[in-house]
């Protein structure tokens, strides 16, 4: 019986997917780490618009204190605090935090999203 060497490239390799942003792709396993619909459309999709602008947004429309931060988002006080496991390719992460920038604060505080690895 003869064997064969079959040889299996661990690299991922990258991918450009519809919406023009890059996901990585591991060929022995014909998997992509993002939808090849979008890397991007998926993150924001998912991460931002279903989960971050969620809690923004209900705790900005009911004013309630939430139970992930240490005050309220909205007044004075924006403390949500934000725990990323997996980190994988960052993307979420970066996602987050370009639009916790985009949130209302006091002149001069800056919402920083603090990943830990």
Known sequence: ???KLLIINPYPSVLITADGSHTLYVEALKEPYHST?????????IFIQNGFRFVIDTLQVTNKKSPLSRGKVSGNNHALN?????????LNALLTQMEAEKLPGPPGK????RTVL
């Open 1 to 3: 019986m003869e064997r």
């Open 37 to 45: 619909f979008g890397a991007i459309t998926e993150s924001r999709w």
């Open 82 to 90: 934000i725990l990323e496991i997996g980190f994988g390719t960052g």
């Open 110 to 113: 800056r919402h920083i999203l």
